[in-house]
């Protein structure tokens, strides 16, 4: 079949005109930032589990949720995840979570960034409600950030993507297991690119997406620049059965920080794309990010559109 490039990557995705829908302000205790949030569909709510920047530095993650996915949030009176104080990994607090339900289990699987002096880990908790979850504890070495799992095994075993930096280079890895704790088989899977907008740095953006095609993966890009760095995002096409294989990748970023409330924040220039839900009605994507690193913001694209866009860029 013929794909023909219906829309061009600058206009796949819009923004919601009431942008950022989750600010500092809106939440029911004192923050400095609220940003790169988590997202999944629970009891037909829209739910996100954000991250919560406190006044010391120090993350935790709260949850959030809404009928429509962008307006009414209800917000956790009090953080619904915090950093435990006996865990020597997440001393410095928890960061950029990103949820999928694992068909085998029943249940939300939670990779988050744990924090402290020996690095960023990924780690692992499993929830069905958001309010009470079983902690797994970090799955590889520090320096690792940007993990999800994928909601099923593949050939007998689990698959997770993530974000190691090895000699400095931070490259995006899939990595396999039998039980969710003990890894091998580590490849890597979507590089950095010499001279692209993605050259500098990679990593996962929201969850894997399953289409007919493949499983869609939304990553983030970063080109340092003198006045610093740009993070933006980009598109690439794993395949259904065998993710070790990327089949296509975008030339191009796909969104890109452009709105006021991307430029100027705590961090100018980031958008920073954690969590994504479709709509079964509408059959859109809703794509949650964090803006600037102080606001959430969500944009939209039709799954048809970022399917025809990516079938009609460059095979692997
Ligand atoms: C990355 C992560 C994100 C952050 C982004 C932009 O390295 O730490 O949490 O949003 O930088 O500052």
């Known amino acids: 079949m013929e794909f023909t490039r219906q829309k061009k990557a600058y206009n796949l995705f819009s923004r919601y005109k009431n942008n950022p829908i989750l600010t500092p302000e809106n939440w029911p205790y004192p923050v400095n930032a ?49 950093a435990d104080q006996n865990s020597r990994e997440e001393k410095w607090g928890l960061e950029d979570p990103r949820i999928v339900w694992l068909e085998e289990q029943k249940q939300f699987a939670i990779t988050y960034t744990s924090f402290s002096e020996g690095g960023p880990v990924i780690s692992l908790a499993i929830t069905k409600n958001f309010r009470t979850f079983a902690r797994l504890g970090g799955l590889l070495p520090p320096e690792d950030k940007d993990a999800c799992l994928f909601p099923r095994r593949f050939r007998g075993r689990f698959a997770l993507i993530h974000r190691p930096i090895v000699r400095g280079e931070a490259h995006i890895w899939i990595s396999f297991s039998p039980d969710l704790k003990h890894w091998g088989d ?33 990553y983030h890009g970063v080109r340092m620049t003198t006045a610093g760095a740009i993070y933006r995002m980009g598109l690439a096409l794993l395949d259904l059965e065998e993710p070790w294989k990327v089949l296509r990748r975008s ?66």
């Not at 406190?54 to 915090?82: C, K, V």
């Not at 490849?187 to 969850?207: E, T």
């Not at 799954?303 to 025809?308: E, I, N, V, W």
């Open 34 to 82: 609220v940003f790169n949030p988590a997202a999944a569909k629970v009891d037909s709510q829209t739910l996100l589990l954000i991250r919560v920047e406190d006044m010391r530095g120090f993350s935790h993650l709260t949850a959030a949720r809404s009928a429509d996915g962008f307006t009414n949030w209800q917000i956790d009176p009090a953080p619904t995840m915090e």
């Open 186 to 218: 580590h490849r890597a899977l979507i590089k950095a690119r010499h001279a692209y907008w993605d050259c500098h740095r990679v990593g996962l953006a929201c969850q894997p997406i399953e289409t007919e095609y493949g499983w869609l993966l939304f």
């Open 251 to 316: 030339d191009e970023w796909i969104l890109g920080p452009r709105a006021p409330y991307e430029r100027i924040g705590d961090v100018g220039g980031v958008v920073f794309p954690t969590g994504a839900v479709i709509d079964e009605k509408t059959n859109n994507l809703h794509l949650y990010y964090g803006a600037a690193d102080c606001t959430i913001a969500v944009a939209t694209a039709k799954l048809s559109d970022l399917t025809d866009y990516i079938m009609s860029c460059p095979e692997n």
